[in-house]
C-alpha cells in the first residue's frame, strides 16, 4: 500500500535532460501510489511501434529537438485517458512549452482537476552533460542506472528485476546534450514563471544525493496531499 491518499493528484516535474525527473518520478510512484507519465517514453513507444506519430517524431528527436505540440498533446491525451491516472500523475518531461502548458490546464480544466505542484529540479547545466552521457537502462524494467553515480548493487543484474539486459538511448550523447539545453532554456524554462504566477512552484536542489532529493520531493507531496 502507498503511503498517502494522491487521488486527483497532478504534479509536474520540471527541469533539463538529466536533471533526474525520471529517476524521482519512479521513486515517487512507488512511494505514494502515484502514476508515471512521460511525454519521451511514450514518444519513444511510438518510434518503436512506427505509428504516424512516431515517424514524424523520429528524426525531431534524434537531433534533440522539440517535437510538435499537436503530436505530444495528442498522446499525451491518450494516456490521460486511461484509467488508472485517476490515482493522480506525475509529469515527467510535460509540459515543455508555453503551448502545452495552456493545453493542460484546459484538459485539467475540463475534468474538474488542477496542478496540485510543478517543481522545480535545480541543477548546474554543466553537470547535465555527465549525467546523460552516463544514463542507462534496464531493459526489462525500466529502472535507471549510470555509469558513474547509480551502478546495480551486483555488476550487470537490475537491482529491481534481476535482468542482466540494458540499454542505452540514441540521444543519450554529448552532441544531442547541448541541443536539447538550448531547447530547455529557450521553451522549457519559461514555464517556471508561468506556474510561479499560478502560485503551484516548488522546488528542489537537484544536485543532491538521489535519496535527499527523494526525501525533499516527499515532503512536497505530503504537505500538498496530505
Ligand atoms: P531526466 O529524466 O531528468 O532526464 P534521469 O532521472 O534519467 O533524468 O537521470 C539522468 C541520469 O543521472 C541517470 O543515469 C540517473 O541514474 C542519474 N541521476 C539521477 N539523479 C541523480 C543525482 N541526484 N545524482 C547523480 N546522478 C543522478
Ligand atoms: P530527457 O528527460 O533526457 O530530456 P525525455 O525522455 O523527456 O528526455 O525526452 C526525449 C525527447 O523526446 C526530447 O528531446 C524531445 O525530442 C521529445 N519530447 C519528450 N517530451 C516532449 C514534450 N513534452 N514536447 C516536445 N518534445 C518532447
Ligand atoms: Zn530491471
Same mark, same amino acid.
Given at each position: 500500500?502507498?503511503?498517502?491518499?494522491?487521488?486527483?493528484?497532478?504534479?509536474?516535474?520540471? #527541469?533539463?535532460?538529466?536533471?533526474?525527473?525520471?529517476?524521482?518520478?519512479?521513486?515517487?510512484?512507488?512511494?505514494?501510489?502515484?502514476?508515471?507519465?512521460?511525454?519521451?517514453?511514450?514518444?519513444? /513507444? /511510438?518510434?518503436?511501434?512506427?505509428?504516424?506519430?512516431?515517424? /514524424?517524431?523520429?528524426?525531431?528527436?534524434?537531433?534533440? #529537438?522539440?517535437?510538435?505540440?499537436?503530436?505530444?498533446?495528442? @498522446?499525451?491525451?491518450?494516456?490521460? !485517458?486511461?484509467?488508472?491516472?485517476?490515482?493522480?500523475?506525475?509529469? +515527467?518531461? *510535460?509540459?515543455?512549452?508555453?503551448?502545452?502548458?495552456?493545453?493542460?490546464?484546459?484538459?485539467? $480544466?475540463?475534468?474538474?482537476?488542477? @496542478?496540485? !505542484?510543478?517543481?522545480?529540479?535545480?541543477?548546474?547545466? $554543466?553537470?547535465?552533460?555527465?549525467? %546523460?552521457?552516463?544514463?542507462?537502462?534496464?531493459?526489462?524494467?525500466?529502472?535507471?542506472?549510470? +555509469?558513474? *553515480?547509480?551502478?546495480?548493487?551486483?555488476?550487470?543484474?537490475?537491482?529491481?528485476?534481476?535482468?542482466?539486459? *540494458?540499454?542505452?538511448?540514441?540521444?543519450?550523447?554529448?552532441?544531442?546534450?547541448? =541541443?536539447?539545453?538550448?531547447?530547455?532554456? =529557450?521553451?522549457? /524554462?519559461?514555464?517556471?514563471?508561468?506556474?510561479?504566477?499560478?502560485? %503551484?512552484?516548488?522546488? %528542489? +536542489?537537484?544536485?543532491?544525493?538521489?535519496?535527499?532529493?527523494?526525501?525533499?520531493?516527499?515532503?512536497?507531496?505530503?504537505?500538498?496531499?496530505?
Amino acid at each position: 500500500m502507498s503511503e498517502t491518499m494522491t487521488k486527483g493528484a497532478v504534479l509536474i516535474l520540471l #527541469g533539463p535532460p538529466g536533471a533526474g525527473k525520471g529517476t524521482q518520478a519512479r521513486m515517487l510512484e512507488e512511494r505514494f501510489g502515484l502514476v508515471q507519465l512521460s511525454t519521451g517514453d511514450l514518444l519513444r /513507444a /511510438a518510434v518503436a511501434a512506427g505509428t504516424e506519430a512516431g515517424l /514524424a517524431a523520429r528524426s525531431v528527436m534524434e537531433a534533440g #529537438g522539440l517535437v510538435s505540440d499537436e503530436i505530444v498533446l495528442a @498522446i499525451l491525451k491518450d494516456r490521460l !485517458a486511461e484509467p488508472d491516472t485517476v490515482r493522480g500523475v506525475i509529469l +515527467d518531461g *510535460f509540459p515543455r512549452t508555453p503551448g502545452q502548458a495552456e493545453a493542460l490546464d484546459a484538459l485539467l $480544466a475540463g475534468q474538474g482537476l488542477s @496542478i496540485s !505542484a510543478a517543481i522545480s529540479m535545480e541543477v548546474d547545466d $554543466a553537470a547535465m552533460v555527465t549525467r %546523460v552521457s552516463g544514463r542507462y537502462t534496464c531493459a526489462s524494467c525500466g529502472e535507471g542506472y549510470h +555509469d558513474s *553515480f547509480k551502478q546495480p548493487a551486483q555488476a550487470g543484474t537490475c537491482d529491481k528485476c534481476g535482468s542482466g539486459d *540494458f540499454k542505452r538511448r540514441a540521444d543519450d550523447n554529448a552532441e544531442t546534450v547541448g =541541443a536539447r539545453l538550448t531547447a530547455y532554456h =529557450a521553451s522549457t /524554462a519559461p514555464l517556471i514563471a508561468y506556474y510561479e504566477q499560478r502560485g %503551484v512552484l516548488r522546488s %528542489v +536542489d537537484g544536485m543532491g544525493a538521489i535519496d535527499t532529493i527523494a526525501a525533499d520531493l516527499g515532503a512536497i507531496v505530503t504537505d500538498i496531499t496530505g
